[in-house]
C-alpha cells in the first residue's frame, strides 16, 4: 500500500514563497511517476507540475512555469514543490499524486494517478 503525505502549506502573502512537501511511503518514489495538483475555490482541479519516474523530467503548467519548481530527495521518497512569487490565483488545495505507470504528458488533463494525499491548504492574504 503506498501512502502519499503533504505538508507544507499555509497563509502567506503576494510574491512570498512556500515549499510543499511530498512524503511516499509503501514504495520508493523512484518507482513512482509523482504530480502536483491543485484546486481553487470553484474551480476544476488543475494539473500543475509533474516529475516522471524513469529520467526524472520535469513538466510544469504554464499557469506556474518559471515560479515554480519541482525536486526530489531520494533518500527521503520525499518530493518537493517550491513555490516563489506566490499570487492570489495560487490559492488552492495542492494534492500530491503518485502512480508507477503515469505518464507526465497527460498530467494537465488526465487526472487518474492510483495514490493521493488529503491535500494541503495554501492561502494567498491580501
Known amino acids: 500500500q503506498v501512502r502519499v503525505v503533504e505538508s507544507g502549506g499555509g497563509l502567506v502573502q503576494p510574491g512570498g514563497s512556500l515549499t510543499l512537501s511530498c512524503a511516499v511511503s509503501?514504495?520508493?518514489?523512484?518507482?513512482?511517476?509523482i504530480a502536483w495538483f491543485r484546486q481553487a475555490p470553484g474551480k476544476e482541479r488543475e494539473g500543475i507540475s509533474c516529475m516522471a519516474k524513469d529520467y526524472g523530467t520535469v513538466y510544469y503548467a504554464h499557469s506556474v512555469e518559471g515560479r515554480f519548481a519541482i525536486s526530489k530527495d531520494s533518500a527521503k521518497n520525499t518530493v518537493y514543490l517550491q513555490m516563489d512569487d506566490l499570487q492570489p490565483e495560487d490559492t488552492g488545495v495542492y494534492y500530491c499524486?503518485?502512480?508507477?505507470?503515469?505518464?507526465?504528458?497527460?498530467?494537465?488533463?488526465?487526472?487518474?494517478?492510483?495514490?493521493w494525499g488529503k491535500g494541503t491548504q495554501v492561502t494567498l492574504s491580501s
Open positions: 509503501g514504495r520508493t518514489s523512484d518507482s513512482n511517476t
Open positions: 499524486a503518485a502512480d508507477p505507470d503515469y505518464y507526465c504528458t497527460a498530467f494537465t488533463t488526465y487526472f487518474g494517478m492510483d495514490y
